[in-house]
């Protein structure tokens, strides 16, 4: 069953490469991004720069779904 807090899509501003961005993704996404930053010694900014520079054309809040996901699967 999905919590309809947890699926909430919360939208955050930050600062990539330089330039404002504001990423939207569910409260679920932005805890699990947070700790794998953690874990890899990272500031939030700094990973989703990582992902950012790895997107290729994918919209950036997808790209950062499926980062969380294939986290997961390793």
């Known amino acids: 069953m999905i919590s309809g807090a947890s699926a909430g899509i919360l939208k955050r501003s930050l600062t ?3 330039h404002r961005t504001s990423v939207s993704l569910e409260d679920a996404f932005w805890r699990r991004l947070k ?19 790895s997107r290729g054309g994918a919209n950036l809040s997808s790209a950062i779904r499926v980062f969380v996901l294939e986290s997961a699967l390793q």
């Not at 700790?35 to 520079?53: F, G, K, T």
């Open 16 to 18: 990539i490469s330089g």
């Open 35 to 53: 700790a794998l930053a953690a874990e890899r010694a990272l500031s939030l900014s700094a990973l989703i720069a990582e992902i950012d520079a």
